[in-house]
């Protein structure tokens, strides 16, 4: 049974919601993680983790069960234009020094979830949907529910939190307006075994004109596959049939020629992404509040994705602490407690939009000038630290409260340190 009254409930139970819940309950808050899926399995998604992510989770004490389920460490990228191999990136060469790795998103949710499940404040809600918002004098106070049997529930909360991803139902029902910027291109994923001369800690990155694909490791030792598609082409993809797909495919990268016609059997093995940037006008009402995707969805270049979720729960796990202590009993949690996280949260995400759109828009271009001015580029900041600079800039870092470290704290290089220190 769920409860009719909580602290906090939170719509979606993706990496954002699912870590809100655990953090929050760790403090002893009432919190409940409605998730519309009745299991954590979902593929492709989120299993990209930056090693701030890595950080953070190994001081919150996920550390010890993510390396018992095992995951892969990824040292880096090897970008290759027009069939050259120009520019190299090392990730232990950004301030963490660290690898990035790859972790199946549904082990991670379990891990974080198992944790959770600990806390007697906190409860699971399971193949819970959020149908719609229940609002009194302008204040949002909680929020009505569907489970999978059709039943409904309606729970009051003095903080529903939105956290149910990048078509957010509760920003909808919220009237808050979100405006949604089309990247040119489209994503088509794939996944099969890594080519055996490939090594395994290197993402490896084909670009030719307009097309590229990005080969990720992926845990335990495949790869997963982006091809970027025109917007709004895969129909016509589809049409011209999976094997002249894999022709494109081929072309960029001959290795993966045999693997996908032995793993790439129909279109069911693809799975699509929709790219777009969304920039969310209010973050915040009283009694509501937007974190991960749901307020700043932003594109797969370099796996942000997560990375930002985890720090905007980082971020505001004290803030709700607070706010609900301060408050009185039953009061829905005011907006303007939210604003300084929203002004910081908000600065971050631009920077990685800015830096995505820029990358976005390099390779895109088609004709030879600008073929030519992206290998310049790219051969260029090969040779430059500066590539690490603005890496860490866009990776960004939340210092963790005290009061939710569950592990000795590392110690970070303030701003480029990290950089700068490695220079060769
Ligand atoms: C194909 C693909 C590949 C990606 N690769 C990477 C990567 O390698 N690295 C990286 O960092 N990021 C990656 N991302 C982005 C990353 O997955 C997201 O940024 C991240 O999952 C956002 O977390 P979130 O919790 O905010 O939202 P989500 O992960 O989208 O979670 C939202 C949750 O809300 C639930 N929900 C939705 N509506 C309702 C409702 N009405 N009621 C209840 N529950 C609801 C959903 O079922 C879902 O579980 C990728 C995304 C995609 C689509």
Known sequence: ?????????????????????????????????????ATVERSFRGETLVSGSLTALNELGFGPAMRAHGYLETKGMKMYLEKRHVMDVE????????PYIDMPQPALLSIINDAASQEPS????????MTNLIEESGKVVGAELRFGDGSR?????RLVVGADGRFSKVRKAAGVKAHVEPMDRDVLWFKVPRPPEWDRHYTQFFVDRDRHLVCMPTYPDDIRVAQNLPKRGFGKIRNAGLDSFKEQVRKLAPQLG??????????DDTSFLEIFTAYVDNWARDGL?????ASHTCTPILGQGVNLAIQDCVRITPIIAEALRNGADEEPVPGRVFSDFVTERR???????????????????????????????YRILHRLPVKYRMLNKMLGTVPIDPV???????????GDAGAESSRR
């Open 1 to 37: 049974m769920i409860p009719e009254e909580t602290d906090v409930l939170i719509i979606g139970g993706g990496p954002a919601g699912s870590l809100l819940g655990c953090m929050l309950a760790r403090r002893g808050i009432r919190v409940i993680v409605a998730e519309k899926q």
């Open 91 to 98: 990730y232990l060469r950004t301030a963490r020094k660290k």
């Open 122 to 129: 906190y409860h699971h809600a399971a193949g819970a949907q």
């Open 153 to 157: 529930s309606t729970v009051r909360a």
């Open 258 to 267: 045999p693997l996908m016609d032995n793993h790439l059997n129909s279109w």
């Open 289 to 293: 509040v937007l974190i991960g995707d």
């Open 347 to 377: 600065a971050h995400k631009d920077q990685v939009t800015r830096f995505q759109t820029a990358q976005e828009s390099g390779l895109a271009v088609t004709s030879k000038a600008g073929i030519l001015a992206r290998q310049i580029k």
């Open 404 to 414: 939710d470290l569950r592990a000795e704290p590392e110690n970070v290089p303030a």
